[in-house]
T-cell receptor
Framework: AQSVTQLGSHVSVSEGALVLLRCNYS??????LFWYVQYPNQGLQLLLK??????LVKGINGFEAEFKKSETSFHLTKPSAHMSDAAEYFC????????????FGKGTRLHILP | SQTIHQWPATLVQPVGSPLSLECTVE??????LYWYRQAAGRGLQLLFY??????ISSEVPQNLSASRPQDRQFILSSKKLLLSDSGFYLC????????????FGPGTRLTVT
């Protein structure tokens, strides 16, 4: 069965420090991978996605993620955290099927310390 | 460009009252549509999805129902709300084909009192 695991429900980093949010998935078929961000009382916004091709994917707001098939991981990084990055982040995985359902991780809340 | 709308933005309803939340998508045709719920401090729970008009699949048995009367309209309903129905309701769509990412609406905050 396919699943997504996000390590750490809360992560705190200092402003200007590296952001690393971890995501691992399990799948028997090639996955499509996504990261979403959610600010309080708003919908989810797509940060970046991996479908095929280059395994290092760049997204909005300076975030990037690398698909590592051997590690079944898709960790999200940003070199320098900004106060505006404080939000909840969801990793998600999808597969080629007609209903296009996405499996979401449980989310990681990112706190930025001044 | 495509946009997704949800209304109302916030709603306070007493236990036992009916519910109707609406979601519409503009700028696309034949989207797949989804209803999710976020309870306080919890992740996303898929409630219903639809691949076409009148086609509804339920993921979780409960007192909620969904309908898709038009191609780009998705409605979430209940005849009698429970306290446990409180949460943040999100509608999402995907264009299907080779695009698998979902795009989310702004959400509806429902408080059942």
């Amino acid at each position: 069965a396919q699943s997504v695991t996000q390590l750490g429900s809360h992560v705190s980093v200092s402003e200007g420090a590296l952001v690393l949010l971890r995501c691992n998935y399990s799948s028997s078929v090639p996955p499509y991978l996504f990261w979403y961000v959610q600010y309080p009382n708003q919908g989810l916004q797509l940060l970046l996605k991996y479908t095929t091709g280059a395994t290092l994917v760049k997204g909005i707001n300076g975030f990037e993620a690398e698909f590592k098939k051997s590690e079944t991981s898709f960790h999200l990084t940003k070199p320098s955290a900004h106060m505006s990055d404080a939000a909840e982040y969801f990793c998600a995985v999808s597969f080629m099927n007609r209903d296009d359902k996405i499996i979401f991780g449980k989310g990681t809340r990112l706190h930025i310390l001044p | 460009s495509q946009t997704i709308h949800q209304w109302p933005a916030t709603l306070v309803q007493p236990v036992g009252s009916p519910l109707s939340l609406e979601c519409t998508v503009e700028g696309t045709s034949n989207p797949n549509l989804y209803w999710y719920r976020q309870a306080a401090g919890r992740g996303l729970q898929l409630l219903f999805y639809s691949v076409g008009i009148g086609q509804i699949s339920s993921e979780v048995p409960q007192n909620l129902s969904a309908s898709r009367p038009q191609d780009r309209q998705f409605i979430l309903s209940s005849k009698k709300l429970l306290l446990s129905d409180s949460g943040f309701y999100l509608c999402a769509w995907t264009p299907g084909g080779k695009s698998y990412e979902q795009y989310f609406g702004p959400g509806t905050r429902l408080t059942v009192t």
